[in-house]
């Protein structure tokens, strides 16, 4: 095994997990630096909000939700798992260098996949929580909003 394989795999985890961390807080200063920025992100927040709030008071809305994103995780799997397969298997005695182009198009699906399970578990940990979720985004969402009329319906940089 590389150790400069092995490294930037151990380095990436804990940076992905400090992306993660500082994402809404940059989306939030983002946000503050002008008014069509923060008219945006006041958008964004408030929609979240909508939707989780959606969620939250109707369990249909949820179920379909959930059923939906289960559906789109499994396609992306199979997908990724039938393009291992032809990739690993097939491809490299028809296509030779090509299979390793559809094995990492595989992976990129399996990405994908987890990504999707990943947002689905957000969502419901939010629908759990969703007072404290509340609580949270009006916060914030009053933040920007008095940011924005500290610095003037005039300005937009």
């Not at 939906?68 to 028809?94: C, N």
């Not at 260098?97 to 990504?115: H, R």
């Amino acid at each position: 095994m590389d150790v400069n394989w092995l490294v930037s795999l151990l380095a990436s985890i804990p940076l992905s997990i400090l992306a993660n961390l500082l994402t809404p807080r940059l989306k939030n200063w983002w946000g503050r630096q002008s008014l069509s920025r923060s008219r945006h992100r006041i958008s964004q927040l408030e929609s979240d909000l909508a939707r989780i709030a959606k969620y939250a008071s109707s369990a249909s809305e949820l179920s379909l939700f959930l059923s939906a994103s289960i559906l789109r995780f499994l396609f992306l799997f199979a997908f990724a798992s039938a393009a291992t397969a032809l990739g690993t298997a097939l491809l490299p005695t028809v296509f030779g260098p090509f299979s390793s182009l559809i094995v990492a198009l595989a992976t990129g699906f399996y990405l994908s996949s987890g990504l999707l399970a990943a947002d689905a578990l957000e969502t419901l940990r939010k629908v759990r929580d969703f007072e404290q979720f509340q609580a949270s985004q009006n916060k914030i969402i009053s933040g920007l909003k008095a940011a924005t009329e500290r610095k003037g319906i005039g300005e937009s940089k």
